[in-house]
């Protein structure tokens, strides 16, 4: 069973940024998504990020994201395949969130933006850290 850890949300100011990451305990090849979705009060959890581990030497990343991070937020994939950074820049009120990292072992995902960033699409999630921008 994969674990993940969130850290780096807090408070910031529109227009701050904040650096968010995630840590997992997979192990190689069993992981082929990992990804940030984000929770609105009263809301249903919306994809923000997300990328394709390429476990293999010679594969290549894919990254996916919202229309409305967009330009704004970028995803990093550590060296270790384990550690996904996700860096917030511009950020608006209305990025005011809960957190989540994800990851998917599932083998049905296709290799397209819908499903990198839907929710029924990951099997494993971390407890959440809180974004909040004030204007």
């Not at 990992?34 to 390429?54: D, N």
């Not at 990093?76 to 917030?88: I, Q, Y």
């Not at 209305?94 to 599932?106: F, H, I, N, P």
Request: hydrophobic share 35%; glycine share 10%.
């Amino acid at each position: 069973q994969v674990q993940l850890v969130e850290s780096g949300g807090g408070s910031v100011q529109a227009g701050g940024s904040l650096r968010l990451s995630c840590v997992a305990s997979e192990y190689r090849g069993s992981t082929y998504y990992m990804a940030w979705f984000r929770q609105f009060p009263g809301k249903e959890r919306e994809g923000v990020a997300s990328v394709y581990i390429p476990w293999r030497s010679g594969d290549q990343t894919s990254y996916y994201y919202a229309d409305s991070v967009k330009g704004r937020f970028g995803l990093s994939l550590g060296n270790d395949k384990k550690t996904l950074v996700m860096e917030l820049n511009s950020l608006k009120p209305e990025d005011t969130a809960m957190y989540y990292c994800a990851a998917s072992t599932r083998t049905d995902i296709v290799a397209l933006r819908a499903d990198a960033l839907e929710v029924a699409k990951y099997d494993y999630w971390g407890q959440g850290t809180q974004v909040t921008v004030s204007s």
